[in-house]
């Protein structure tokens, strides 16, 4: 007599499906395939920006969505309007992507002459987005640092500068590690006395770099404040509290993460 002897799928290995730094064990096709989304998803590697961190925030109402802000419910004319928010009396707005905001945000800090910064959501398809909603890779929008400055004391080039030193713009939709469309490169001017200087930066920084720049170049669309505990973080210690410091003309290397 033939005996055959059968082995039932759950008796064999399981394959791992990785989260962040956790493991979870999935049995072989226990779920069937999931429609590509709208737009495509982006690669984000550990780090603080992880789901587990955003777990824990979310439980406090950073970065949530209440449930009557569905995206149909919104117009997408606003979110791609301009800028309509007005500097104070003898200052002027510049506006920079370049990676995860924390950083950049501090960099300018330091510039003399600059005396508030802001960190923020622009350039997407939603109105009044969430750290969630960016973080999707869905709406378009980019992670930015919003400066306002006296130009009588800060150059919009000294500001260009900074910019270009803090990031590399030859990496497409990446800064480092953190991976996705909401860290690419890009000036956001509100004049064209801006646009004009961000163009020729971008000239001269393309011949001293002899590589491709991915920097954008666009007029600066509506800007959407970011959460509160992402404003200032950095100076404000981070998650570890760690200090960093804001002083004008500070040179302390910028550790990204607090």
Partial sequence: MLLIRTTSPLATSLPLLTLASCHFPLP???????PAPAFPQ???????????????????????????????DQSSSIAQGPDDDVPAPGQQ??????????????????????S??????????????????????????????????DPKECSYQSLLDVF???????????????VGTQYRSGIYFYTPEQEEAALESKERQQELLNRNIVTEILPAKKFYRAEEYHQQYL??????????SADKGCNDPIRCYG
């Fill in 28 to 34: 072989n096709r226990l779920f069937s395939p999931k």
């Fill in 235 to 244: 100076a404000k210690g981070g998650r570890f509290g760690f200090r960093q």
């Fill in 164 to 178: 270009w030193a803090r990031h590399d713009p030859t990496t497409l939709n990446r800064q480092g590690g953190d």
């Fill in 116 to 149: 508030r910064t802001e960190v923020g959501y622009t350039q997407g398809y939603l109105h009044n987005p969430s750290y969630n909603d960016v973080c999707s890779g869905t709406t378009n929008h980019n992670e930015v640092v919003r400066v306002q400055y």
């Fill in 93 to 114: 707005f510049a506006e920079f992507g370049a990676g995860c905001f924390w950083g950049v945000e501090l960099a300018f800090q330091r510039v003399p002459g600059v």
């Fill in 42 to 72: 982006t690669a984000r590697p550990l780090s603080l920006y992880s789901p587990p961190k955003m777990n824990w925030l979310g439980k406090l109402g950073f970065g949530t969505r209440t449930p009557t802000d569905s995206p149909l």
